[in-house]
Nanobody
Framework: QVQLVESGGGLVQAGGSLRLSCAAS????????MGWFRQAPGKEREFVAA????????YGADSVKGRFTVSRDNAKNTVYLQMNSLKPEDTAVYYC????????????????????WGQGTQVTVSS
């Protein structure tokens, strides 16, 4: 089992940047594919980005391509989401998630394939 703790959220002006971190417990972090999702008030949870166990392959939603970058440091048991050129519509609670069994990268965009979730961190982008 793995526990996930997100951090790095906050209030930022449009056009600004934030870097979210998701720290995982346990010794087998490198065996988990990781994903980032977000949920805005009154909206359904949506996929943001995912990264494979090795970190070689990443996959992002069209809405964040060119602005957000997912990465991981397996030595630190941490996955990151670098968010640049933030827009008010990026305002949401951001969650990281972990999946223990391998899947094609394109399948990591579905929330139902993940085994563990963090508690979320709030990101608010002001206009």
């Amino acid at each position: 089992q793995v526990q996930l703790v997100e951090s790095g959220g906050g209030l930022v002006q449009a056009g600004g940047s934030l870097r979210l971190s998701c720290a995982a417990s346990g010794r087998t972090f490198s065996s988990y594919a990781m994903g980032w999702f977000r949920q805005a008030p009154g909206k359904e949870r949506e996929f943001v980005a995912a990264i494979t166990r090795s970190g070689v392959n990443t996959y992002g939603a069209d809405s964040v391509k060119g602005r957000f970058t997912v990465s991981r440091d397996n030595a630190k048991n941490t996955v990151y989401l670098q968010m640049n050129s933030l827009k008010p519509e990026d305002t949401a609670v951001y969650y990281c998630a972990a999946r223990s069994l391998p899947l094609p990268i394109g399948s990591l965009g579905q929330g139902g394939v993940y085994d563990y979730w963090g508690q979320g961190t709030q990101v608010t982008v002001s206009s």
